[in-house]
């Protein structure tokens, strides 16, 4: 199972991004989708999850209400809108997938990411 995840840049404080997670290997309908950050000298941390089907998501405090995730099974592809961006959101994103959104936990990122920068 490979996921690959882009989308990232440099943005100001107050905008938007959309990043997208593409998802090999498998039957992505299996997994739940979940986003996962990695802000410099923080642990990583996990912002968002959708179960299999998009019928349930979750978010933590600190993005609930500025990201939304989805997904598009069809395509094998999820993605994580974000928008009011701060520079608190500076990170690299990963992707990850997990049987549970309960079991979702930071080390389950997976590849390279996709470096998020917002200026002030």
């Known amino acids: 199972v490979q996921l690959q995840a882009s989308g990232g840049g440099l943005v100001q404080a107050g905008g938007s991004l959309r990043l997208s997670c593409i998802f090999s290997g498998d039957t992505l309908e299996d997994y739940v989708l979940g986003w996962i950050r990695q802000a410099p000298e923080k642990e990583r941390e996990v912002v968002s999850c959708?179960?299999?089907?998009?019928?349930?998501?979750f978010y933590s405090d600190s993005v609930k209400g500025r990201f939304t995730i989805s997904r598009d099974n069809a395509k094998n592809t999820g993605y994580l809108q974000m928008n009011a961006l701060k520079p608190d959101d500076t990170a690299v994103y990963y992707c990850?997938?997990?049987?549970?959104?309960?079991?979702?936990?930071?080390?389950?990122?997976r590849g390279k990411g996709t470096q998020v920068t917002v200026s002030s």
């Open positions: 959708i179960d299999h089907r998009g019928d349930r998501t």
């Open positions: 990850a997938i997990e049987r549970h959104c309960a079991l979702l936990r930071p080390s389950d990122a």
